[in-house]
């Protein structure tokens, strides 16, 4: 679930369980994987493409998430968790007990 969050603001596929394909740049994904594209490109089975301002997929509905080759998963895994390490740190520094 992190390497998907850190994938933000890149271009992504989505696989779809109906066997529809979603590219676009990544937006926003949730704790529970709902992923919200804009500038995609939907892929029907039968090759029908429709373009699409923004797309919200449900996460029940995705097979798959593909995602460029020359991507470091580690890395981006490794940056997310220090991200929130940090910000865990910050807000307990903050925090007024």
């Known amino acids: 679930m ?7 603001g890149t271009v992504i596929v989505i696989e779809c369980r109906d066997d529809v ?13 709902h992923c919200t594209l804009v500038d995609a490109v939907r892929v029907t089975p039968s090759g029908a493409k429709t ?8 996460a ?14 580690v890395e ?3 940056s997310k968790r220090l ?4 910000g ?7 925090a007024a007990f």
């Open 2 to 8: 992190c390497f998907v969050q850190a994938l933000v």
């Open 21 to 33: 394909a979603v590219r676009g740049r990544l937006e926003h994904c949730d704790d529970d994987m």
């Open 51 to 58: 373009k699409l301002e923004r797309v919200f997929v449900r």
């Open 60 to 73: 029940r509905s995705i097979r798959y998430v593909h995602f460029a080759p020359s991507i470091d998963p």
């Open 76 to 78: 981006l895994i490794e």
């Open 83 to 86: 991200e929130r390490f940090h």
């Open 88 to 94: 865990a740190r910050h807000y307990a520094r903050t």
